[in-house]
């Protein structure tokens, strides 16, 4: 199988992502990753690190910023790492699909402008995977994509969020919960209570009602439905919290005097595998969903080890053709409505 | 100062709410409680515990509970704990205000109801104190009670939120900020992008710009505006990040052997007082905000300390009169806007 990597996108680039494109392809028989980038950069990189024959690089001559504003940039750095990544995936149905850790907007739109959109979708939606406090995974619908959303767009979202679980994680069924401020139906804003009733209708999806932002990390649904900004607060509040408390803890610690201190280091162990549990680059990278090609965004701060995930990511979905499944469900749902 | 406790409401009523009630009476000179409810329930437990003079019980023979619809449970059950406290308070002046730890739906549509709004208040709002890793304070406005709002119900809400943080906490020139899913100004939802260009022309606040979820527990601001739907989200995502933290962190100690457990036992006092940091109990209780009276709703599972608490928050925005300081600064924006 063949994955593209945005050799220039994020924090840590080019030198993480290259060495997780090594990490991904020593750990696979039929995986060859292609990288696009300054030549004169990442070659480099690779021969220092790597004496394969798996990993390709493909001059791209511009790179794409976080300071860049998206529409601009896709439109006017047509060479760049990311929009050349995207453009072959386009055209060369070989490709599996697209790795990038760069400018998330930039990303959206680029997919959205040079992959194309899946006919019948309202609106691609980002899904980023969260884990839970009994070690399952959750997927929030949408996650900051797509700010002003109607109830039509949800009900895309609830559909491409579950054919996600099923695909990435193997998830029958998965439990479809709309994010509302009660659990009650009847609850919520003028955009949940429309949505709720429209997901009570959808035969092709296991729609298990409203749920309460406090529960979503105890398990309470495999997909969360919401509208961007919804999903961007909760996520950067869980976020917040989550080096919030780890900092109090520190500073508790640090003020504890030794009694503390001596726990704290007898602790050691235990405080790092919750680190690890609540690390990102533990998890996967979030799908863009609902364009014709697999895209996934790996976090701007990603390391090796998170690169060679968000590969492995799209290689699994892949296999399981999850742009397939969406398409089918969608021919399906279109079916019942008529 | 008299204030008016609704005796009947929350997880633990009669009993906390009336021992809250001594403990206030008992620790000020200059205050009387007046405790609505069940006068053969309450009356005992009162003369049980306390011989003094300070402390009122009034019979009310209805009780509203978390199960009752708000609108039908307020106009059905008018000689209720709740409606009235609040009733006696409208038509008493020298009520100072209301307690309630009962249901929050209910206690906002009979404030609405009986106490009645501000003129010229678009919609009130319920604000809950927040605590910061600094050891600052926070208020979310609104933090659920309108979760359809309008640019200028926004515009209320910051200048509501910025007279409470000073009478409340002395805090002069509240920065304010609005809560977006991006810091830049331009970002946002149709609602957001809207709202930041009205509080940039509000002379009577002091608006800081776009503020993100991530950043609330770090002190960002001092009044994050948000709708109710948002504020709801951004409050329980935190809320359930904590609880699954700590869950986690007791699951890493109970399978860590022997080492974890020799240290959390020499932590305990650390950890101990990290809970108290994030519990709710040690917070003030959510003031609703815009209606002529002071009306303050404690938490649910309120103890005796939080009732206490929230008695004396009443106190405190009388003596600052916020109910006037928002009159003023309503009347001042108006003339502004003339």
Same mark, same amino acid.
């Given at each position: 199988?063949k994955v593209?990597?945005?050799?220039?996108?994020g924090?840590n680039s080019?030198?993480?992502?290259?060495?997780?494109a090594i990490?991904a392809?020593?750990?696979?028989?039929?995986?060859e990753?292609?990288i696009t980038?300054?030549?004169?950069?990442?070659?480099?990189i690779v021969?220092?690190n790597?004496?394969?024959?798996?990993?390709?690089?493909?001059?791209a001559?511009?790179v794409?910023?976080?300071?860049d504003?998206?529409?601009?940039?896709v439109?006017?750095?047509?060479?760049?790492?990311?929009?050349?990544?995207?453009?072959?995936?386009?055209?060369?149905?070989s490709?599996a699909?697209?790795?990038?850790?760069g400018?998330?907007?930039?990303?959206l739109t680029?997919?959205? @402008?040079?992959v194309k959109r899946?006919?019948g979708?309202?609106r691609?939606?980002?899904?980023p995977?969260w884990?839970t406090?009994?070690g399952e995974?959750l997927?929030v619908?949408d996650s900051?994509?797509?700010?002003?959303?109607?109830?039509?767009?949800?009900m895309h979202f609830?559909?491409?969020?579950?054919?996600?679980?099923?695909?990435?994680?193997?998830?029958?069924?998965?439990r479809?919960g709309?994010?509302?401020?009660g659990?009650?139906?009847?609850?919520?804003?003028?955009?949940?209570?429309e949505?709720?009733?429209?997901?009570?209708?959808?035969?092709?999806i296991? @729609?298990?009602?409203?749920?309460?932002a406090?529960?979503?990390?105890?398990?309470c649904?495999?997909?969360a439905?919401?509208?961007g @900004?919804?999903?961007?607060v909760?996520?950067k509040?869980?976020?917040?919290?989550?080096?919030?408390?780890?900092?109090l803890l520190?500073?508790?610690i640090?003020?504890?005097?030794?009694?503390?201190?001596?726990g704290a280091l007898?602790?050691?162990?235990?405080?790092?595998?919750?680190?690890?549990t609540?690390d990102?680059s533990e998890q996967?990278?979030g799908?863009?969903l609902?364009?014709?090609?697999i895209?996934?965004?790996?976090?701007?701060?990603?390391?090796?080890t998170?690169?060679?995930k968000?590969?492995?990511?799209v290689?699994?979905?892949?296999?399981?053709?999850?742009?397939a499944?969406?398409?089918?469900?969608l021919?399906?749902?279109?079916?019942?409505n008529?």
């Amino acid at each position: 199988m063949k994955v593209l990597l945005d050799g220039h996108g994020g924090d840590n680039s080019p030198l993480e992502n290259v060495l997780g494109a090594i990490k991904a392809v020593e750990s696979s028989n039929d995986l060859e990753v292609y990288i696009t980038g300054k030549i004169e950069i990442i070659e480099p990189i690779v021969k220092a690190n790597y004496s394969g024959s798996k990993i390709t690089v493909i001059d791209a001559r511009e790179v794409i910023t976080n300071e860049d504003k998206p529409t601009i940039a896709v439109r006017e750095k047509k060479d760049s790492s990311m929009v050349k990544a995207l453009r072959l995936c386009r055209e060369d149905d070989s490709f599996a699909g697209v790795v990038s850790a760069g400018n998330t907007g930039a990303l959206l739109t680029a997919s959205l @402008f040079v992959v194309k959109r899946i006919k019948g979708i309202s609106r691609p939606c980002l899904t980023p995977t969260w884990p839970t406090v009994d070690g399952e995974k959750l997927v929030v619908v949408d996650s900051g994509a797509n700010v002003d959303c109607k109830p039509l767009q949800l009900m895309h979202f609830a559909l491409m969020g579950s054919c996600y679980m099923t695909s990435m994680y193997g998830v029958k069924h998965p439990r479809v919960g709309l994010i509302n401020n009660g659990s009650e139906k009847g609850k919520g804003c003028e955009l949940t209570r429309e949505t709720y009733d429209e997901l009570e209708n959808m035969s092709d999806i296991n @729609f298990i009602g409203n749920i309460e932002a406090r529960d979503l990390l105890f398990g309470c649904a495999d997909v969360a439905v919401c509208d961007g @900004f919804v999903g961007n607060v909760a996520l950067k509040s869980t976020e917040g919290t989550a080096i919030a408390i780890i900092k109090l803890l520190k500073n508790s610690i640090k003020n504890g005097g030794l009694r503390a201190k001596i726990g704290a280091l007898l602790l050691k162990p235990t405080l790092k595998s919750l680190k690890s549990t609540l690390d990102v680059s533990e998890q996967a990278g979030g799908a863009f969903l609902g364009v014709e090609k697999i895209v996934v965004k790996a976090h701007g701060s990603s390391t090796a080890t998170s690169i060679c995930k968000c590969i492995e990511q799209v290689v699994k979905l892949k296999e399981n053709d999850v742009v397939a499944g969406i398409k089918n469900v969608l021919a399906q749902s279109r079916g019942n409505n008529e």
